[in-house]
């Protein structure tokens, strides 16, 4: 039986940031992928938003490699020539209850150890942006945004440089423990079957790593929360600079449908958060259009409904069901060599240069 040191199992902006970070010529890393090109999951349904680390709870990891992450990426962005581009971003308060809630988002940003965030006055935020409506504005200058083709290509060409592997059409379907080892059960497009043994296995799986968590007796269990996105059209170019939020949703389920660019400067809204079945369906209902135009009008006042058409949607794997508290991502060796990466959302794409080395220094280093 042929056998590998570590298997990386799924192609996205994760398992390529690890295959990248881990990879050397005296180690055999193979990177599984059931599909026919890396990053066709979650990482390329997303905003390409490069987060500053705002919202979550000080002390989670979403709030440390989140921040940690921002700094990774803004590095490696401007040394690889990944095209990205730090717009800022303000949070906006349209009520007086709502100035309040940014005053916490504040100071949990404070907390967070996020540098450069500020309240700004209503006078201030027209300073900055004068097309948009708010009563005060938490400005956060280190948001971006950065192609995340861009930057999974540039992460799989450096694990490949390293003497990486990948294979594709490949999908994990079977892990036992065998003397040691964990052996590997694959079926191909064809239905045609392989097997394998690795010394270790990272389990970067997105929507199915409850899935391949449980092929080795571990229990979690995702929830899929969709988030649809309309698209902005007919509106003046530059007709705003920076990308614009409302006050977060309660329990942090989303963070409310904001306007987002990408680096052609076309502005969308979205996404929401619909909890749905356990299936990818990615189709956005006609009706989207209606309610994204009512809750993004109070702060973007030059939208007319005509301008908003339903566009692309990316589903969230959660490990927080829609009555629980906040959850955090789930780094963790549950069993010896076997890490399991379950819960991996936003902000999982800032995250990914910062988790990369955590799994590297903590369990492969
Ligand atoms: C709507 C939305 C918006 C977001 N916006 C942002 C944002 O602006 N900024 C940010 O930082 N983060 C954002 N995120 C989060 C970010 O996109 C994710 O955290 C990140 O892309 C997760 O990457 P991944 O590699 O874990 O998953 P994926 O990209 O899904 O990769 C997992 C791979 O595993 C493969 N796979 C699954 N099962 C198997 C198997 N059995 N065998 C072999 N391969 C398998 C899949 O085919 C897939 O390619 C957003 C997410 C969503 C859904």
Redesign the pocket.
């Known amino acids: 039986m042929e056998k590998t040191d570590i298997t990386i199992?799924?192609?996205?902006?994760?398992?390529?940031a690890i295959a990248a970070e881990i990879s050397r010529p005296d180690l055999n890393v193979f990177i599984?992928?059931?599909?026919h090109a890396?990053?066709?999951?979650?990482?390329?349904?997303?905003?390409?938003?490069?987060?500053g680390g705002i919202y979550y709870p000080a002390g989670s990891m979403k709030a440390s490699l989140?921040a940690v992450?921002n700094k990774i990426l803004y590095g490696l962005a401007a040394k690889h020539k990944i095209p990205h581009r730090r717009t800022g971003k303000l949070i906006v308060a349209v009520t007086r209850n709502e100035i309040e809630e940014l005053e916490h988002l504040y100071s949990n940003g404070r907390e967070n150890g996020i540098a450069g965030l500020s309240m700004i006055s209503k006078k201030q935020t027209a300073g900055l942006e004068p097309n948009i409506q708010a009563l005060a504005a938490l400005h956060s200058p280190d948001t971006g945004i950065i192609s995340?083709h861009d930057l999974m290509n540039y992460f799989l060409t450096e694990a490949l440089r390293r003497k990486a592997q990948i294979v594709y059409n490949?999908?994990?379907?079977g892990i036992e423990k065998d003397s040691g080892r964990w052996r590997i059960f694959?079926q191909n497009k064809k239905g045609e079957a392989f097997e394998f043994s690795s010394a270790c296995v990272v389990n970067?799986?997105?929507?199915?790593?409850d899935?391949?968590a449980d092929m080795i007796g571990n229990n979690y269990q995702l929830h899929y929360?969709?988030?649809d996105?309309c698209s902005i059209s007919g509106v003046r170019e530059g007709i705003v600079q920076r990308l614009i939020y409302p006050v977060p949703e309660k329990k942090n389920i989303g963070l409310g449908v904001h306007l987002?660019m990408d680096l052609n400067g076309r502005l969308k809204l979205?996404?929401d958060t619909t909890y749905i079945d356990r299936k990818e369906d990615y189709h956005v209902a006609a009706g989207k259009a209606e309610i994204f135009f009512q809750s993004a009008r109070k702060f973007l006042p030059f939208l007319k409904r005509e301008n908003i058409q339903p566009d692309m949607?990316?589903?969230?794997?959660k490990l927080q069901g829609p009555d629980d508290d906040f959850r955090d991502f789930v780094i963790k060796e549950d069993a010896s060599g076997f890490i399991n990466?379950v819960g991996?959302?936003?902000?999982?794409?800032?995250?990914?240069p910062a988790i990369a080395r955590f799994v590297k220094d903590k369990y492969l280093g």
């Open positions: 199992i799924g192609a996205g902006v994760i398992g390529l599984l992928e059931k599909n890396h990053g066709g999951g979650i990482s390329s349904r997303n905003s390409e938003v490069i987060h989140c992450g995340v490949t999908e994990v379907a694959t970067a799986a997105g929507l199915e790593s899935t391949i929360c969709k988030g996105y987002t979205g996404p949607s990316g589903i969230r794997p990466l991996i959302e936003s902000p999982g794409m800032t995250a990914s």
